[in-house]
């Protein structure tokens, strides 16, 4: 089955992450696998629990389903597997971090959709669910999707793609095909000029600030050129002042590229964005 993994803690931020999966499941056709990672105990009450036992994955299971059919409005006495949308659910006992990792490498992940912006609701499952997100984001195989906290209704008009590099733009663009072809918004690319000393390690690394040639896209794209200034600052001010709903940024595996660029932004954004941000993972090359 193709589908969108939702990882839950239960919280409000993983709410509107789940609302948010539901809305693309929707547009897209896919399915959605809801996981919930877990000590062991389950968050059962007894004293005599056992980490492991039947007792304890059965009350995570339990929570689970309560939990989707609340936050989705579904009927209590209907199965899951009753909705238009294919959903199933599971929970795990590991960690968040490798759990969620080893399902966006599962045939048929096609995206991870999790709570992780502007977030860090304490929970069962770890202290800081915005810590998880983030390194999620940076190992995952597929894109990820971190909603912020208190993301509301979910929408999908404007979207923009961050880039560095012309190859990066066109990978990042084709990863992100199948929801532009469901959904049709507005398609927008972004870029920080550099300046400076940073100008110069920029221009040694990929030969300096690119106004892309845009043949390789099948779709109307406006350009937006930001002045110089600290990347992950200026996007934040740019989605706010420009309504964008989803800024998209791709992340190349290592090098040189990720160190002076990628990784300075992810984690800001990710911790203060108002909006949804969707992470595609590109080639080093």
Do not use: W
Request: proline share 6%; aromatic share 6%.
């Amino acid at each position: 089955m193709q589908k969108i993994i939702v990882p839950t803690d239960f919280s409000a931020t993983a709410s509107a992450a789940l609302r948010y999966a539901h809305f693309l499941a929707r547009a897209t056709g896919l399915g959605l696998d809801i996981i919930h990672v877990h000590d062991g105990y389950g968050h059962t009450e007894g004293v005599n629990v056992r980490k492991g036992d039947l007792e304890a994955h059965m009350t995570a299971q339990r929570k689970i389903d309560e939990f989707v059919r609340f936050t989705l409005k579904l009927p209590a006495d209907a199965p899951l597997s009753a909705s238009e949308v294919i959903i199933s659910s599971r929970e795990v006992t590991g960690t968040p971090v490798e759990v969620i990792v080893a399902a966006s490498r599962e045939e048929g992940s096609r995206l991870v959709v999790m709570g992780g912006v502007g977030t860090g609701v304490v929970s069962p499952v770890t202290p800081l669910f915005g810590s998880v997100a983030r390194s999620v984001v940076e190992q995952a195989a597929c894109p990820v999707l971190a909603v912020p906290a208190g993301y509301d209704v979910p929408a999908l008009h404007q979207v923009s793609i961050a880039y560095e590099t012309v190859d990066g733009l066109r990978e990042t663009s084709a990863g992100f095909d199948f929801l532009r072809t469901a959904l049709m918004p507005t398609m927008r690319m972004v870029h920080v000029r550099k300046a400076g000393a940073e100008a110069e390690a920029y221009h040694l690394a990929v030969g300096g600030d690119q106004q892309p040639e845009t043949e390789f896209l099948d779709y109307p794209a406006e350009l937006d050129l930001l002045e110089p200034g600290a990347t992950a600052h200026q996007l934040l001010e740019y989605t706010e002042q420009e309504n964008i709903d989803l800024l998209i940024l791709g992340r190349r595996q290592r090098g040189m590229f990720k160190r002076l660029f990628v990784s300075s932004a992810i984690t800001p954004l990710l911790n203060y964005s108002a909006g949804p941000v969707l992470v595609i993972p590109i080639s080093d090359s």
